[in-house]
T-cell receptor, first 120, second 116 residues
């Protein structure tokens, strides 16, 4: 159990277009999902925390108008990169945390496989 | 502020030899500690975690880690390395209790290279 999927796994787009990335928890409900960005051979940088039914909390330095996050249900969060530019090219990874009170005594995060975004 | 340090960018070890990937942390209160592994162009795979209890934690694929509170360390170990263990390893920490946001903070990652 505890599988998180991301779609698409990779995307290439033209500069100025918008790209939507989906993150789904397949076999559990997630009150909270996290979006990370990773540059080659670097660590994961948390971009924002997404809570179901409320506005996302963005980390310092992350443009909320550029990286739109929607957490419409307990199994789906989306990240939309608006007006993408080549510097937005990166590996985007989401994670999902189980609903409180689930079997695990600690609300563990489960990571998706990542989405490779290339902006031309 | 919470932080994680992985002092080695790369660790090289011969197949069959023991391996250690180092991690030290700084967090207010008691920590939750994690190790993840990442293969090229893939997401993170969970290896093991320390929440409470025994300081020696056993995880997936024969990996283990020892929580050392006095040294604020959580080094990853394996008695006998395999070539297939070659990957990027991340240590992460999350603080407990009031004042902690629940966010995972990751170290910068250590590339493990196991040579045949």
């Amino acid at each position: 159990g505890a599988v998180v999927s991301q779609h698409p796994s990779w995307v290439i787009c033209k500069s100025g277009t918008s790209v939507k990335i989906e993150c789904r928890s397949l076999d559990f409900q997630a009150t909270t999902m996290f979006w990370y960005r990773q540059f080659p051979k670097q660590s994961l940088m948390l971009m924002a925390t997404s809570n179901e039914g409320s506005k996302a909390t963005y980390e310092q330095g992350v443009e909320k108008d550029k990286f739109l996050i929607n957490h419409a249900s307990l199994t789906l969060s989306t990240l939309t990169v608006t007006s993408a530019h080549p510097e937005d090219s990166s590996f985007y990874i989401c994670s999902a945390r189980r609903l409180r009170g689930a079997a695990s005594s600690y609300n563990e995060q489960f990571f998706g496989p990542g989405t490779r975004l290339t902006v031309l | 502020a919470q932080s994680v340090a992985q002092p080695e960018d790369q660790v090289n070890v011969a197949e069959g030899n023991p391996l250690t990937v180092k991690c030290t942390y700084s967090v207010s209160g008691n920590p939750y500690l994690f190790w993840y592994v990442q293969y090229p162009n893939r997401g993170l795979q969970f290896l093991l975690k320390y929440i409470t209890g025994d300081n020696l934690v056993k995880g997936s694929y024969g990996f283990e880690a020892e929580f050392n509170k006095s040294q604020t360390s959580f080094h990853l170990k394996k008695p006998s390395a395999l070539v297939s263990d070659s990957a990027l390893y991340f240590c992460a920490v999350r603080g407990q209790g009031k004042g902690n946001t629940g966010k995972l903070i990751f170290g910068q990652g250590t590339t493990l290279q196991v040579k045949p």
